[in-house]
């Protein structure tokens, strides 16, 4: 999803309505993407805080497993995978598919929840950080991916989206 130029229009406009559908729920385009620039800006990376949070005056992301280092390693360099070839997951002939593999299984059952700091703003979200597509296909959820690994800018550009012709 971080390629979106190289996304063919339904696939922007799905990427579109998931991102806007979620920053409505953290209080707007402005908190959200502010929420994306503290994550950005935050060393070392939020996910392996060992509190399992995130906070910023906003609201919150939580979550409910401790994700180490060499984890987040990993899924970084899966995502690259991802972007090449619509797959988390590596060939099973690849000398990386039995720990992508791991990988998917350890992170798969832990559950993301984006709270904003007051309720006016949004009643918040909760998502997993990958979608099943069979036994075989593994993608990172879009909101995962965007939240803590596209840029900002790819991120403004998915929430700006128009449709042609709209």
């Known amino acids: 999803m971080c390629d979106f130029n190289t996304l063919d229009d339904a696939q922007k406009l799905h990427y579109h309505q998931i991102l806007l559908s979620a920053a409505e729920n953290f209080g707007g385009k402005n908190f959200f993407l502010q929420l994306l620039e503290a994550i950005r800006e935050s060393k070392p990376h939020p996910l392996v805080a060992a509190n399992r949070e995130f906070t910023i005056g906003l609201g919150t992301i939580k979550w409910n497993k401790v994700i180490f280092n060499d984890k987040l390693q990993l899924l970084q360099k899966a995502r690259l995978t991802e972007s090449k070839q619509g797959n988390l997951l590596p060939d099973k002939e690849d000398k990386s598919y039995k720990k ?5 299984r350890t992170l798969k059952p832990i559950v993301f929840t984006v709270r904003p700091s007051s309720k006016e703003y949004g009643a918040g979200t909760i998502f997993q950080p990958f979608d099943i597509i069979d036994e075989e296909t593994t993608r990172l959820n879009p909101l995962f991916d965007a939240l803590f690994f596209c840029s900002v800018e ?5 929430l700006n989206y128009e449709p042609r012709g709209a």
């Open 100 to 104: 992508v593999l791991n990988l998917v």
């Open 154 to 158: 790819t991120v403004k550009k998915v």
